[in-house]
């Protein structure tokens, strides 16, 4: 059975506070990915990685970096948290293919409050 | 740039009613296609994709290039099929990544 896991559920944090999101995914995957789910605006990318150290801006990466050291992890850091930055952080993987694009799994969620 | 739209933030129908959550795209390259679904306190999971051509719990989407539209559709809808519906399009950049649209809340009442 697939798995992705995250290190948290809930999360609450101070303003300026470094915050780390872990995720963890068992399937030999090389794509991983990190999205911010907001009510009324979707699903949008922050940054995934298509390899061990290796990674690409999404289309908010504005406020956060990642790192890939090992092949099964990815994580998603907040420098200094905003409020602004209060939601729902899903981590997702995939295999990685050049003629097509295979499904993504999903982790169960963060929800990251900052106060 | 890829866009995906979703016009419809909520759909509200009986059971037994035919369901349409609509979908819209805009890529100028050679797009595929997936429908997302999340049900409630679950995670978001694949429902279908336009290559794989089949029926999911009796959904299914057909991709319409002129119409740039991949529609999901089902006949008879039933109180399970409750959940948040998100259409995605992936381009080729070679590394699955998504563009999801706003997604759509799809109520079904007994």
């Known amino acids: 059975d697939v798995k992705v896991t995250q290190s948290s559920r809930y999360l609450v944090k101070r303003t300026g506070e470094k915050v780390f999101l872990e995720c963890v995914q068992d399937?030999?995957?090389?794509?991983m990915f990190w999205y911010r789910q907001d009510p009324g605006l979707g699903l949008r990318l922050i940054y995934f990685s298509y390899d061990v150290k290796m990674k690409e801006k999404g289309d908010i990466p504005e406020g956060y970096s990642v790192s890939r050291e090992k092949k099964e992890r990815f994580s998603l850091i907040l420098e200094s948290a905003s409020t602004n930055q209060t939601s729902m952080y899903l981590c997702a993987s995939s295999r990685q293919g050049r003629r097509t694009s295979y499904e993504q799994y999903f982790g169960p969620g963060t929800r990251l409050t900052v106060t | 740039a890829q866009r995906v739209t979703q016009p419809e933030k909520l759909l509200s129908v009986f059971k037994g009613a035919p369901v349409e959550l609509k979908c819209n795209y805009s890529y100028s390259g050679s797009p595929e296609l997936f429908w997302y679904v999340q049900y409630s306190r679950q995670r978001l999971q694949l429902l279908l994709r336009h290559i794989s051509r089949e029926s999911i719990k009796g959904f299914t989407a057909d991709l319409n290039k002129g119409e740039t539209s991949f529609h999901l559709k089902k006949p008879f809808a039933q109180e399970e099929d409750s959940a948040m519906y998100y259409c995605a399009l992936s381009g080729d950049s070679g590394y699955s990544t998504l563009t999801f649209g706003k997604g759509t809340m799809l109520l079904v009442s007994p």
């Open positions: 399937m030999d995957h090389e794509n």
